[in-house]
């Protein structure tokens, strides 16, 4: 089923997720519909609070070198941890739950994340490049950061003036 995309400004966005402690049906049923709801949006990547759910859970599914998205290449994280990391690397991000606004972010170039798998299996994994960015952007939604937090003053101002310019548009449009 797809699920509805908390936009910002939704308090709910702010909010740190919890641990996941039971890997049961429920759990299973949630990675399914986010996937659904990530897919059928465009993204490559989403955190269960983006759909409402304060969970330490998130999905990434990276474009390969044909731009095409597979599910083999879907990754589902719970419980994920950076043990690791190196480098800095500049990005033009965006996420679903700030639509149409992309702006350069500074993340770590490598990392090492340890995470469990859908049923509770340890696993680790080695990123870097846009995998490495997206898993960064994707944890810190496990915190209740989006990535205009992590823009200068007047880089956070400039943004708040074109989304609430973007917003009313897109009510005038409705209407
Ligand atoms: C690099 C940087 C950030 C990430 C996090 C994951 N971000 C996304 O998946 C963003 C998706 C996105 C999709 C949009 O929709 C379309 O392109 C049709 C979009 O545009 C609108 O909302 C109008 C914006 C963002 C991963 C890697
Ligand atoms: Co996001």
Known sequence: MKLTI?????????????????????LHQLLDDMYETMIS???????????????R???????????????ESLIEMINPVITQKSGVTTYQEGCLSVPSFYEDVDRH??????????DGN?????????????IQHEMDHLEGILFIDKLSYSRRKKFEKEYKRMQKEKKLSKS
């Not at 908390?6 to 429920?26: A, C, G, M, N, Q």
């Not at 859970?57 to 599910?71: F, G, K, M």
């Not at 340890?122 to 997206?134: F, H, N, Q, R, V």
């Open 6 to 26: 908390v936009e910002y400004p939704d308090k709910r966005l702010k909010e740190k997720s919890k641990t996941i402690e039971r890997f049961d049906k429920e």
């Open 122 to 134: 340890t696993k680790s994994i080695e990123a870097d490049g846009l995998l490495s960015i997206a």
């Open 57 to 71: 859970v998130l999905l990434l599914n990276i474009p390969d070198e044909n731009d095409e998205q597979s599910i």
């Open 41 to 55: 949006s465009n993204g490559i990547g989403l955190a269960a609070i983006q759909v409402g759910h304060a969970k």
């Open 109 to 118: 170039e490598s990392i090492t994340v340890n995470y469990q798998d859908r």
